[in-house]
């Protein structure tokens, strides 16, 4: 066992645990918090795969701008004191764990999938490649080259969601 | 390689924010296990972009601006919602329940 293998589950570990807390604690703040956890295990897991810019991106946009957003709410709305606990009753909670679980077992079936030997790129050319060209050029050419439409789109998408977010968050127009 | 590795590990986070939604009640919780289910299939793309290209890592941006923009809707309506109703919690938030 080399020693990205065991950083890699060390961080996995730690992201399953947090998600863990996240989905059982009963305060929405230590669970935004938790989850906030979540997300900087997945940061590190990036790096290990050759994702660093992505991994910055984890944390500047998921860690930084959308967890605080989440904790605004939840002070806005004074929701920080734990409540009575907000689980479902027996069955709905028996019936969400069978069926949480079963996804599991499926989804785990899936990680024994090889991609196409056709497909696959030889080991290391992600990180060869951003060794070469810097690590944002690596994702940032295709980005404004062959997704330059989907990249547009996204703009309106967001337009779209500013516009939303205020006329939803706006007591009269 | 990590791949293997990854899959397992985004399957597990997936599947705790599939039980998450399905056992809470509180909006914003809920709403945070659908965040933790984007990333798991972040890690995902992640994973197997390392092996059939640079194109997963873009994805994951798409997947990010969509995310932002769920938030920030999202979290407008849970507002507007307790506006209304002083409360998140959905059992009383049932005005669709015949």
């Given at each position: 066992?080399?020693?990205?293998?065991?950083?890699?589950?060390?961080?996995?570990?730690?992201?399953?645990?947090?998600?863990?807390?996240?989905?059982?604690?009963?305060?929405?703040?230590?669970?935004?918090?938790?989850?906030?956890?979540?997300l900087f295990s997945l940061a590190a897991l990036f790096v290990l795969l050759d994702?660093?810019?992505?991994?910055?991106?984890?944390?500047?946009?998921?860690?930084?701008?959308?967890?605080?957003?989440?904790?605004?709410?939840?002070?806005?709305?004074?929701?920080?004191?734990?409540?009575?606990?907000?689980?479902?009753?027996?069955?709905?909670?028996?019936?969400?764990?069978?069926?949480?679980?079963?996804?599991?077992?499926?989804?785990?079936?899936?990680?024994?999938?090889?991609?196409?030997?056709?497909?696959?790129?030889?080991?290391?050319?992600?990180?060869?490649?951003?060794?070469?060209?810097?690590?944002?050029?690596?994702?940032?050419?295709?980005?404004?080259?062959?997704?330059?439409?989907?990249?547009?789109?996204?703009?309106?998408?967001?337009?779209?969601?500013?516009?939303?977010?205020?006329?939803?968050?706006?007591?009269?127009? | 390689?990590?791949?293997?590795?990854?899959?397992?590990?985004?399957?597990?986070?997936?599947?705790?924010?599939?039980?998450?939604?399905?056992?809470?009640?509180?909006?914003?919780?809920?709403?945070?296990?659908?965040?933790?289910?984007?990333?798991?299939?972040?890690?995902?793309?992640?994973?197997?972009?390392?092996?059939?290209?640079?194109?997963?890592?873009?994805?994951?941006?798409?997947?990010?601006?969509?995310?932002?923009?769920?938030?920030?809707?999202?979290?407008?309506?849970?507002?507007?919602?307790?506006?209304?109703?002083?409360?998140?919690?959905?059992?009383?938030?049932?005005?669709?329940?015949?």
């Open positions: 066992m080399d020693g990205t293998l065991i950083i890699f589950w060390a961080f996995a570990g730690l992201a399953v645990v947090s998600a863990l807390s996240c989905i059982t604690r009963r305060s929405p703040v230590a669970s935004a918090l938790w989850l906030v956890v979540t994702a660093q810019f992505i991994a910055v991106l984890q944390v500047l946009v998921y860690a930084g701008a959308i967890m605080v957003l989440f904790l605004f709410v939840i002070m806005l709305l004074n929701l920080g004191r734990p409540g009575p606990t907000d689980l479902k009753g027996p069955m709905g909670l028996t019936v969400g764990v069978l069926l949480a679980g079963g996804l599991l077992v499926q989804l785990l079936g899936l990680r024994r999938a090889v991609p196409p030997p056709g497909l696959a790129l030889a080991p290391g050319v992600i990180a060869r490649a951003a060794a070469e060209q810097g690590m944002v050029p690596a994702v940032a050419r295709p980005l404004f080259g062959t997704y330059l439409v989907p990249f547009e789109i996204t703009s309106i998408l967001l337009l779209a969601a500013i516009v939303g977010a205020v006329v939803l968050a706006k007591r009269k127009l | 390689m990590l791949l293997g590795p990854s899959l397992a590990v985004s399957a597990v986070l997936f599947a705790l924010g599939v039980a998450g939604v399905l056992l809470r009640r509180n909006a914003i919780v809920i709403f945070m296990c659908v965040e933790l289910m984007l990333n798991a299939v972040n890690l995902t793309f992640v994973a197997l972009a390392q092996q059939l290209g640079v194109a997963g890592q873009i994805f994951v941006f798409f997947v990010m601006a969509v995310a932002a923009a769920e938030a920030g809707v999202g979290l407008a309506i849970i507002l507007a919602i307790y506006r209304h109703r002083q409360t998140v919690n959905l059992q009383n938030i049932n005005l669709l329940k015949g």
